[in-house]
């Protein structure tokens, strides 16, 4: 319950509907609470007198009654729905800024796909929950006790029956839910299983189909569906024991006042219509406890939604911005250091992935890193714009700790191709300036030329405003390459960072791209990750990275004379001294 209160906040901006519901409501049960004492009147004073006037009056009466309790009960919904898409919006919305001020630490916890799951059917949980709430949390009660008190004025001595019955029918209806809840936690718990196969199979359709997987997939599906059914169907049946239970406890309600009413009736203490009425209030108190224990069922299963959506508004981003605000340079020179740095992912592993990592990286100077797949280059790479802080040691730029560095800051100066080329579904001329959103046209191609994306992109019918993705056109794995280089390049960053990022282009296109940045007219300190060596020839200081170390650095020369494991990467990508992968 608390999980869900705590969401109320959001109801806030939507006060004059969440005020509006319940007022409605109140309005809807007070006439509602009235259609039995007007029955009263038809057999008291119309029925028993044979006054036709009086029966077609309160008939009237009760029927105007009916249309305006009609009424209510609409504009109530009306506004129950305004208010609680009103919060759905803004938890969406609160939820998906949370996202994004996220550091990278955090999203390698949350798992996409959950977090797709708490923005969209937990939050219409929650959404949908504070619906029925703001209708049943008002409306129940309010009948309960209206029932009661109208039963009670009626006949006092009759009353004594709700006090028999309804905590009768409370202590039976507790015991079902007690039952029943266990059940509809593990029906969702089901879902979420679904959902988990679901997520999984529908992005990686393409490997499913590759493998010839569809089979063992679907079968996979089937279980987890028919587990679901399984136990909802559980779940259904002992919370459809409450119906019985509800009837048999009204009848017994019924016949008890029947039995008593009719001796008062005879006696003259008590009027037929009386009885009736008194009848009526005890069978609607009865199927509002019903009514009111479903809810308590819904209530608490849409609770784990909350929770799910209130750890993520909750969580904290692991990089903390600097408190100091500090002068930074608006072009910095793009002079890197790491000092002694080690880095580990989480806190909880003894291993680093990052040991000791020393090195300065001279304004301008283009530093290549090599190393065996999982050393770590692309770990080292990513402290520099600050998508991690490091563990030990620090990383500066021009002197600056990028700790210091506000973030927006720190990635303007600081472009960065990454390993993984990741488009919009959007043109690709935004995808390109994705960076700076209002760069000019001749800003946009001449970052295109130099990663060699220019030419392709031309040559695709609609040019720069093509769609990618989806609904457009698709892209080679090279040319993804290329765009995302063009994004990083566009931004003219002080230290411009590839992350493997020309591994899919011919060896051809690649020298082009290392000469057209050779031709910059601005200054830049490079760094390049790359597994050819081909890539890292002309590189003015070369890392070579082992198991999270730099076991040595220096030019291609110094390092083929100094480093037995540059040597050997070279000699097997060499035939005859030459190079096989060469642009020439
Ligand atoms: N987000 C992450 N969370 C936890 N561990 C990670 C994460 N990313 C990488 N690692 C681990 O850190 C180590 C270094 O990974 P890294 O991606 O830096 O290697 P790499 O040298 O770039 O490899 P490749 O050449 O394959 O790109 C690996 O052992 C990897 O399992
Ligand atoms: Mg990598």
Not at 126 to 145: A, D, I, T
Not at 274 to 289: D, K, P, R, S
Not at 322 to 336: A, E, L
Not at 377 to 396: H, M
């Amino acid at each position: 319950m608390q999980a869900l209160l705590k969401l109320f906040k959001f109801l806030r901006p939507h006060w004059r509907f969440t005020v509006m519901a319940p007022v409605l409501m109140l309005c809807e049960v007070v006439l509602d609470l009235m259609q039995p004492r007007m029955i009263q009147r038809i057999i008291d004073y119309g029925v028993a007198r044979s006054d036709t006037q009086m029966v077609l009056g309160t008939a009237f009466l009760m029927l105007c009654f009916m249309a305006l309790s009609g009424l209510c009960g609409l504009g109530c919904g009306y506004f129950a729905v305004r208010a609680a898409y009103g919060l759905g919006g803004d938890l969406r919305a609160a939820l998906f800024r949370k996202v994004q001020t996220l550091s990278f630490g955090n999203l390698d916890n949350l798992e996409t796909g959950a977090l797709i799951t708490r923005l969209t059917s937990d939050v219409n949980k929650v959404q949908e929950m504070v619906m029925m709430m703001m209708r049943g949390m008002v409306r129940m009660p309010l009948l309960m006790v209206g029932s009661l008190v109208m039963a009670t004025v009626i006949s006092p001595r009759l009353g004594l029956i709700f006090i028999v019955i309804l905590p009768a029918l409370t202590i039976a209806l507790s015991m079902i839910i007690r039952k029943t809840f266990p059940l509809y936690r593990q029906v969702q718990e089901g879902l979420d299983g679904i959902n988990t196969v679901l997520q999984e199979n529908l992005a990686g359709v393409r490997v499913v189909k590759a493998f010839a997987r569809s089979e063992h997939e679907s079968l996979r599906f089937a279980t987890a569906n028919n587990t679901l059914i399984q136990r909802m169907t559980d779940a259904v049946r002992m919370s459809s024991r409450t119906t019985p239970v509800m009837m048999l406890t009204l009848n017994i309600g019924v016949v008890a006042a029947l039995w008593i009413g009719a001796g008062q009736v005879q006696t003259g203490g008590m009027r037929v219509g009386e009885l009736v009425a008194f009848i009526n209030y005890l069978g609607q108190a009865v199927i509002t406890l019903m009514m009111f224990s479903t809810l308590t069922i819904q209530i608490s299963t849409a609770q784990a939604s909350a929770r799910r959506v209130l750890e993520l508004l909750d969580s904290e981003p692991m990089l903390m911005t600097p408190t100091q605000k500090q002068q930074f340079p608006s072009r910095p020179s793009g002079k890197v250091v790491f000092d002694n740095v080690s880095f580990n992912y989480s806190s909880a592993s003894q291993d680093m992935v990052l040991k000791n990592i020393s090195f300065e990286a001279e304004p301008g100077q283009t530093v290549a890193i090599l190393g065996a797949t999982g050393s770590g280059k692309s770990t080292l790479v990513q402290l520099i714009p600050r998508f991690y802080d490091v563990s030990e040691g620090c990383v500066t730029l021009d002197g600056m700790d990028v700790r210091e560095i506000p973030e927006e800051e720190l990635r303007r100066h600081v472009g960065i191709a990454l390993q993984e080329s990741i488009l919009f579904s959007a043109s690709i001329k935004n995808n390109i300036r994705l960076g700076e959103p209002d760069a000019s046209m001749e800003k946009l191609t001449t970052a295109a030329r130099n990663a060699q994306a220019d030419e392709f992109i031309r040559n695709i019918p609609d040019g720069y405003e093509a769609l990618v993705g989806q609904r457009g056109v698709n892209l080679s794995g090279g040319q993804k390459q290329r765009l995302a280089i063009a994004r990083a390049l566009l931004l003219q960053p002080s230290v411009l960072i590839l992350d493997d990022s020309t591994s899919a282009v011919d060896v051809q296109t690649e020298s082009l791209i290392q000469e057209a940045l050779e031709r910059n007219s601005y200054r830049q300190t490079r760094f390049i990750v790359a597994q050819r060596i081909s890539s890292v020839l002309n590189a003015d200081k070369i890392l070579v990275l082992d198991n999270g170390e730099i076991i040595a650095q220096g030019t291609h020369y110094e390092l083929l004379e100094a480093c037995d494991v540059y040597r050997e990467i070279y000699e097997s990508q060499t035939e005859n001294g030459v190079l096989i992968y060469s642009g020439n």
